[in-house]
């Protein structure tokens, strides 16, 4: 899911931050996000790369379960709780001049399904019990499906916790939820080829909803960032009539 702070977002009625502000700051300042470029294993990325924040799509119409993994050893998922909306916030700002975004955002997109947002949104937690990732399916619009906020601790890149979590949302996912769509970036290279992995593939078209799609602007920065045979491995589909016509006109979703 997600844009600027990853676009993705709700509405209703006023959300009251309870953490202090210097709280939000400190948890904030743990986290790194996939905004900045990170390698993938034995890669040659030079750090001072920039990626712009392109907007890319893509749609998965059938899964690859051999993609499919379980989590590592000690890690479960759960619901978010209703007392935990600022932890899901916090694992998804990208500073503390995100969370005006993201409250914006929960308020606009999920708030007015009353609690159907923590019937869906997912924690990947440690075996304490602290959630350390989240990600969901979430019906944007109220026609298409949608895959949100996938997120994990920087830290903690590299265990498997992302596979692991996006296995168990996707395993989810019935006949009548595809196809699944979801929003992201050229900077988030590798969620790119973790979501091909499970057969999503990069959406060609025009603009969705009031987001460009800039699949052609963003290839040179895929490919400079990328193992040459993961961007290879890339596939590619138009943007469905359905997709364009759900958006047409509104606030993104997803």
């Not at 470029?37 to 890669?43: C, D, T």
């Not at 932890?87 to 929960?106: C, I, K, V």
């Not at 006949?175 to 979501?195: G, K």
Request: include cysteine.
């Amino acid at each position: 899911s997600s844009g600027r702070a990853p676009p993705c977002q709700g509405g209703g009625s006023e959300f009251e931050p309870r953490l202090p502000l210097q709280e939000k700051r400190k948890l904030i300042s743990s986290l790194r996000f996939c905004f900045t470029p990170k390698l993938f294993p034995g890669g040659v990325l030079s750090m001072a790369l920039e990626i712009p924040a392109y907007n890319l799509f893509m749609m998965c119409e059938s899964l690859r379960r051999e993609a499919f993994a379980p989590l590592p050893a000690g890690y479960s998922v759960r619901l978010c709780r209703e007392d935990e909306l600022e932890t899901w916030m916090a694992l998804n700002a990208e500073s503390p001049e995100s969370f005006p975004f993201l409250q914006d955002y929960y308020q606009r997109v999920y708030q007015n399904q009353g609690k159907l947002f923590f019937e869906k949104c997912l924690f990947v937690c440690d075996s304490q019990d602290t959630p350390v990732g989240t990600c969901f399916l979430w019906k944007a619009y109220g026609k298409i499906t949608t895959l949100h906020w996938l997120k994990v601790l920087p830290q903690l890149e590299g265990l498997g916790l992302g596979r692991g979590l996006l296995s168990q949302v996707l395993a989810q996912a019935g006949p009548e939820d595809f196809p699944i769509y979801l929003h992201t970036h050229p900077s988030c290279f590798r969620a790119v080829h973790l979501y091909g992995e499970f057969g999503f593939r990069l959406l060609r078209g025009p603009a969705v909803g009031g987001r460009s799609n800039d699949l052609e602007k963003s290839l040179p920065y895929l490919e400079q960032a990328m193992p040459r045979e993961y961007f290879q491995q890339l596939k590619f589909a138009d943007t469905p009539q359905a997709l364009l016509q759900a958006a047409a006109g509104l606030p993104e979703e997803f």
